[in-house]
């Protein structure tokens, strides 16, 4: 179960917490309809983990980026149930924002399969 408030917590206790001026995090759900309006009964998620340690090594290089978490729920899920959380903590809105985006980006692009089963 993805639990955004210890993953908070996590960034909280990083060494480098002191130069963190926002936090800002992603949590995505699976909806009850694709993108082409079909009703969706499920989401079948699996993750690349080599890609996805391989993308955060990247994206915690990007200036003002103090660190990155990921946590993404695989296998068979319903309507409503978390997919995957992404916290981002760093300086300033201008750098923690652009990644935050870039990495969900790139995590549904090239490090998640997801099949959808419709209704």
């Known amino acids: 179960m993805i639990n955004l408030t210890a993953m908070i917590n996590r960034i909280k206790s990083h060494p480098r917490y002191p130069e963190v001026g926002m936090i800002v995090c992603h949590n995505g759900v699976v ?15 699996r993750i690349d983990q080599g890609r996805l ?25 319903r309507v409503g149930d978390d ?17 935050l985006q ?11 399969r997801k099949t959808e089963y419709f209704a």
């Open 83 to 99: 997919i995957m959380a992404v916290v981002v903590a760093g300086d300033i809105r201008e750098n923690v924002f652009h990644v």
């Open 31 to 45: 909806r009850g309809t694709s993108r082409n309006g079909r009703p969706v009964s499920s989401l079948e998620v």
């Open 53 to 77: 340690e391989d993308l955060l090594a990247t994206y915690k290089q990007k200036p003002g980026i103090t660190d990155i978490l990921v946590e993404v729920n695989e296998g068979t899920l």
């Open 102 to 112: 870039e990495v969900v980006d790139v995590i549904k692009r090239d490090v998640a």
